[in-house]
């Protein structure tokens, strides 16, 4: 065991050091922060009772009501979130520079006159392409004139499917195999006069499977109908024009009007809606357009109703949720690549909509099914509850599974043949005036107000939590989204330190990224959940000369499709920036290789929806994914329950047996600022260990010694109390350690152990209680670092312990093995590299080390663009470009990752995909592939053989 007094001494003679260094600059800035806390506090105290006015007045709050296992990080709430609405087009913030977007809008067929003259066009080009003349004359290109032009004169054949579907040929052709699967469920459905969810993954073409089906059914005649009636299709504002260029594009003889004021109808709705119903057409409208609407669609007869992203009525108690179940028709599709997000409350609110009744009342599945569910995915769950939440998973799954046809990216990968996609979770340091700020405002009467329990304020407790982390995550992306708010409404904002990038530590890491990816020549889509947030981006982008588009709420729902395609089609544009919900919702933008999520959702799925974008069907290049995190804040515990509602959707979708990964999270926790452990790994990094991105460690770990540095000294009493806990928790390790070698379950084992080590006995932990003002004199920094050491002994022993245990005891075969295949998986960046690359990497290695030196002697001038220009290892890099695509890509980001650990931007990168266990399944499921397919080879050998 390692001399405890030694290290500690150690410790406090470094963080000594370092606290004076640092108290010669710090303390204008800690004032600044101190003023700003005082001054937002002061703010938010007021307008309290206004915030919660109109928290109480939004959906949040309505749900609250009837949801059981809502909880407080609903998506739904957050003012931090002003473009929450797609259909919101607001006026621009005064914090936007706008440039200027030259866009042509697309045109549906609300008008009359228009649609005729889109109709008599098509026909005359089907008819040119279909007599041979020369194609100089088209001007519009759909699936069929295609179809001709490669050569099939069969345009009018269609594919009959048992009794009676009539698709056409020219779309039937070009459908993947599984899209075919798609197209025959619904039309099963459709005859036993069911809904059903599509919920095949994102970008699979889900659109197209629709759409096929319903130009079959336009060229059948049966039901009721006689082929296609009326219908309806529901979208998010952003993609219902790209619904009308989907159905333009593959099956342009169908009238598709859009229900909306961007619309090409004369302003009469009532009249479009009467077109369309005459017409058999399909009426496209938003959510909120079906709120506005309501009574008028419901005074007709539709045959379908389609949900698009149908998700938006997971919550059963929202406006919209109502009114789209009462339509009569009993043909109701939902269409979602994120069929659950939250809870299963959702899915049961999905259900209501397309299959009313067959899970029963909300009342009844939330007690019989989603509460053993839910209980059952905690790790402190008892075996009982966990054996229970496994059958009930599956006799869920067993009841949904005719209704819902879900197909993901890996079952169909040897139809689709997507490129490879690299996703990374980079948890980011905090720059000093973040950090101040950030600690701040944890000491501002917002947050003790909030911790103490017998506070003055007393209710509501929600709203104040609200506020708080979205003031905590405003500090995360940027300090001047916090300040602003600090600042009196007279005061200028100073335009030339306004929102600069060096401000802030995620910003840092994006400028690294675009200037390395803009030599790489590499695409790039930047999602934030804020709008302000996204405007700080665009001045920068600006400042530094890259050429860019943008879509938020603000911008017009029809020019919203054509911004997209001059994005996808001109490649002068280096980088879309998006809010996450309007531009990561359904859009298809194959034009960007590389995503960065600069912000986490609370709900994994919008994040999830993000980054399929670029993803997708359409998409010729590997794709990587880089989601940001401030270390060590409010963002990490984002993360966090971001895996754990992962883990529940999987539960029922994917695989009841998947394993349980968190413990819950108390409210304390939330407002801490956790520091590195002794291996520089932040909470995150440590909890899901194997999953990290083993590249460029003595960088890393060079920048953890400067990190440990930055400790504080303590009183000789605490001192004295800190050793005694130290020693008293690794007597306790090092006693459990030996009892464990028992024939107890290893994963028992495993599981008590984390229990353990995690949250160790209450009454050994120092009491951190932030409203106590004795305790609050003391700086703050001093507090987090007792328990950082404190976790330091806790957290080295702990990971040895499970290494040991649970990777080299294991008595189950199958356990051990998943367990290397993770390990191979996560492992597999620098494994797979060939020689020639470890020896660059080894050479990246010593240059960022270098570089990092360098930049340490110059302290206060680091110079990014220098130490990257700067280093051998582009040129290697350069080198393997003949490779294969695949190597080439692991090089580019394994290079990437080298800059941005030597430069102390980036402290750990995970990879997202294990993290979620996803990367794990996968390999399961190639593997039951490749198992398979020699079965059926063993088979056809034995046959053969007999003859
Ligand atoms: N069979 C096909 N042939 C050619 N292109 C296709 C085909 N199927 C899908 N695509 C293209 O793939 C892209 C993704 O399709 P689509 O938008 O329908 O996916 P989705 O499953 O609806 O995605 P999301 O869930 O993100 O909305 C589109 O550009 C679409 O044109």
Redesign the pocket.
Same mark, same amino acid.
């Given at each position: 065991m390692i001399d405890i007094n030694k290290y500690l001494e150690n410790q406090f003679a470094l963080a000594k050091q370092r606290n004076e260094d640092k108290s010669r600059n710090v303390n204008t800035v800690t004032n600044k922060s101190k003023l700003a806390a005082d001054s937002i506090s002061k703010k938010q105290n007021k307008n309290l009772t206004n915030d919660d006015t109109k928290l109480r007045k939004n959906h949040f709050v309505e749900s609250q009501k009837a949801s059981m296992s809502k909880d407080w990080s609903s998506d739904e709430h957050l003012d931090y979130l002003p473009s929450s609405e797609e259909d919101d087009e607001r006026v621009q913030s005064s914090l936007c520079v706008r440039s200027k977007q030259n866009v042509k809008k697309i045109i549906d067929d609300g008008d009359t006159k228009v649609f005729k003259d889109r109709i008599a066009n098509w026909n005359k080009n089907l008819k040119a392409v279909c007599s041979g003349s020369s194609d100089e004359h088209i001007d519009h290109y759909t699936a069929d004139i295609q179809y001709v032009l490669n050569g099939n004169p069969d345009v009018e054949d269609n594919h009959e499917l048992q009794n009676g579907l009539y698709v056409p040929k020219y779309i039937w052709k070009? *459908? &993947?195999k599984y +899209?075919r699967t798609g197209v025959k469920w619904l039309w099963e459905l459709h005859q036993v006069q069911s809904g059903g969810l599509l919920g $095949? #993954?994102? =970008? *699979?073409?889900?659109?197209?499977?629709i759409i096929a089906f319903m130009a079959g059914l336009s060229k059948s005649n049966s039901g009721s109908w006689n082929g296609l009636g009326p219908s309806i299709i529901v979208a998010p504002a952003t993609?219902i024009y790209?619904w009308v260029s989907?159905f333009h &594009?593959w099956c342009p003889y169908l009238r598709v009007s859009v229900l909306h004021h961007s619309g090409s109808h004369n302003g009469n709705h009532n009249k479009l809606v009467r077109d369309i119903q005459a017409a058999h057409g399909i009426l496209l409208i938003t959510y909120a357009g079906v709120v506005k609407y309501i009574k008028d669609l419901l005074s007709y007869n539709w045959q379908y109703i389609i949900l $698009? #992203?149908g998700h938006k009525i997971r919550n059963p108690d929202t406006q919209i949720s109502k009114f789209v179940k009462k339509f009569k028709t009993p043909h109701k599709l939902l /269409?979602?690549?994120s069929p659950m997000q939250n809870s299963l409350q959702e899915l049961w609110s999905l259900f209501d909509f397309m299959r009313p009744g067959l899970l029963g009342t909300y009342t009844a599945f939330m007690e019989h099914f989603a509460v053993p569910i839910t209980q059952g995915g905690y790790a402190n769950a008892t075996e009982l509850q966990e054996a229970t939440a496994l059958e009930i998973a599956k006799a869920l799954k067993n009841i949904i599974t005719p209704y819902m046809l879900r197909r993901t990216k890996t079952e169909v990968q040897e139809h689709i043949r997507l490129p490879e996609k690299n996703e990374q979770v980079l948890f980011c340091a905090l720059t000093p005036e973040q950090r101040d700020l950030y600690m701040g405002y944890l000491l501002s009467t917002t947050v003790r107000s909030i911790l103490d329990k017998e506070s003055r304020f007393g209710d509501p407790l929600r709203a104040r939590v609200l506020v708080a982390l979205s003031t905590l995550r405003k500090i995360c992306n940027h300090p001047d989204l916090y300040l602003y708010e600090a600042q009196e409404e007279c005061e200028q904002i100073n335009e030339e330190v306004f929102g600069h990038w060096k401000r802030s530590g995620k910003m840092t890491v994006v400028q690294s990224l675009l200037k390395i990816w803009l030599k790489q020549g590499h695409r790039t889509l930047i999602f934030s959940q804020s709008r302000a947030m996204l405007c700080i981006l665009e001045q920068h982008l600006q400042s530094q000369g890259f050429k860019y588009l943008k879509m938020d709420g603000t911008v017009s729902v029809s020019l919203r499709q054509n911004l997209i395609k001059t994005f996808n089609e001109s490649k002068e544009y280096l980088v879309f920036l998006a809010t996450t919900r309007v531009g990561g *919702? =359904?859009?298809?933008l194959?034009g960007a290789d590389r995503v960065i999520i600069y912000d986490p959702d609370w709900n994994p799925a919008t994040d999830n +929806?993000a980054k399929?974008?670029a993803w997708? /069907? =359409?998409q010729q290049r590997n794709v990587t994914v880089y989601r940001l995190l401030s270390a060590g804040t409010i963002e990490e515990k984002i993360y966090q329950r971001q895996i754990f509602k992962n883990f529940l959707s999987n539960k029922i979708l994917i695989d009841p047996n998947q394993k349980n990964v968190l413990t819950t999270s108390t409210l304390q926790g939330l407002f801490t600022l956790e520091e590195p452990n002794c291996e520089g790994d932040t909470e995150t990094a440590s909890l899901f260990k194997h999953t990290k991105v083993n590249i460029n460690k003595q960088a890393n770990r060079d920048s953890e010694k400067i990190h440990l540095s930055g400790s504080v000294s303590f009183s000789k009493k605490k001192l004295d109390a800190m050793k005694r806990m130290a020693r008293e928790i690794s007597k306790k390790i090092s006693n459990d350690t030996v009892t464990s070698k028992t024939d107890e379950d290893p994963r028992q084992r495993y599981k008590k152990k984390r229990e353990q080590l995690l949250n160790p006995p209450k009454v050994q932990e120092p009491e951190i209680n932030l409203v106590d003002d004795k305790v609050s004199n003391i700086p703050f920094e001093s507090v987090l670092s007792e328990l950082d050491i404190i976790n330091m002994h806790v957290k080295e022993n702990y990971e040895e312990n499970l290494l040991k245990e649970v990777l080299s005891s294991q008595n189950e075969e199958i356990e051990t093995k998943e367990d290397k295949n993770c390990e191979t998986d996560v492992n597999n960046v620098v494994s797979s590299m060939s020689n020639d690359k470890i020896v660059s990497l080894q050479e990246m290695t010593k240059d960022t080390k270098l570089s990092e030196e360098n930049t340490h002697k110059r302290q206060h001038s680091p110079s990014p663009e220098q130490s990257i220009e700067n280093l051998v290892a582009i040129k290697k890099v350069k080198k393997t470009k003949q490779k294969q695509e695949k190597n080439r890509n692991i090089s580019d980001d394994d290079y990437v990752l080298s800059k941005l650990f030597a430069k102390s931007t980036v402290k750990n990168a995970l990879h997202h995909d294990v993290v979620v266990g996803l990367a794990e399944k996968e390999k399961r499921h190639q593997m039951k592939e490749e198992a398979s397919k020699r079965a059926k080879k063993a088979v056809r050998a034995i046959k053969f053989s007999s003859k």
């Open positions: 070009q *459908l &993947y +899209q $095949d #993954e994102m =970008g *699979l073409g889900k659109t197209v499977q993609v790209q989907h &594009y $698009d #992203e /269409i979602t690549g *919702l =359904g859009v298809n194959t +929806q399929e974008r997708r /069907i =359409g």
